[in-house]
């Protein structure tokens, strides 16, 4: 019998894979997923660290460095989805105002406190921007800065009446109403990618294979996720 496959995946996708794919691939294949799920940041630690996997998804730009280092075979790379980041606020809050910079710009200084992530691609990418915007030192004043998780959570449990993530990690709090998208002018979107590391088995380049397929992008698009072109 095959081993398992070892995959490390982004917390982004993760929603699709859990519903759908890696149940989906088994039953087609007879082949087991074990998959790590973490941002990819800290994917990136736990490699640095010694761990090994088979296929992973990441946040596209970071298999270059992996590659250089021999970890990934970057001919094997191949775009799965991409996501724009969103705000969710407390179960049962009207949805505020984001439809325009101003108007998001309005809403993130009334809140009482705004939770983001601090090693996530959305949080990494809010913390620019509200720099860029010239309002980081009012809105991390009193931020909820979390390492890693849900952002959500954040917004139900009371820390925060604001949580910022990608649109896809915020369908794992469904307690929490989703607000909408960041704003066309301050939206920004996030490709993700596979990629096997190298000497992959033939098992783990048909799993690959199989997270770009027709099954998996329909579950991409039920979890806020847009498929790659």
């Not at 720099?131 to 952002?151: S, Y």
């Not at 380049?205 to 579950?219: H, I, K, N, Q, V």
Request: glycine share 6%; aromatic share 8%; net charge negative.
């Amino acid at each position: 019998m095959a081993r398992a496959i070892t995959l490390f995946s982004t917390l982004a996708v993760r929603k699709a894979l859990d519903d759908v794919v890696l149940d989906a691939f088994t039953a087609d294949t007879g082949l087991a997923v074990e998959p790590v799920f973490d941002p990819t940041v800290q994917l990136v630690r736990r490699i640095d660290a010694g761990e090994t996997f088979d296929v992973m998804i990441g946040v596209t730009g970071s298999f270059d460095p992996l590659a250089e280092r021999g970890v990934v075979d970057l001919s094997t790379r191949r775009a799965v989805a991409r996501t724009g980041i969103g705000i969710a606020v407390p179960p049962g809050a009207d949805a505020p105002d984001i439809a325009t910079e101003a108007a998001f710009v309005r809403t993130l200084l009334d809140a009482r406190s705004v939770a983001y992530s601090v090693t996530g691609a959305s949080g990494i990418y809010f913390a620019r921007l509200i720099e860029d915007l010239g309002i980081a030192e009012r809105i991390n004043e009193r931020a909820t800065i979390i390492e890693k998780g849900f952002i959500a959570e954040a917004v139900v449990d009371g820390r925060a009446d604001i949580a910022v993530q990608q649109m896809s990690e915020l369908l794992f709090v469904p307690e929490a109403t989703i607000a909408g998208p960041f704003p066309a002018e301050v939206q920004h979107y996030t490709e993700f990618s596979a990629a096997l590391s190298t000497g992959a088995a033939d098992e783990a380049r048909a799993f690959a294979d199989y997270l770009t397929g027709p099954s998996a992008a329909e579950a991409y698009r039920r979890t806020n996720l847009e498929v790659a072109a």
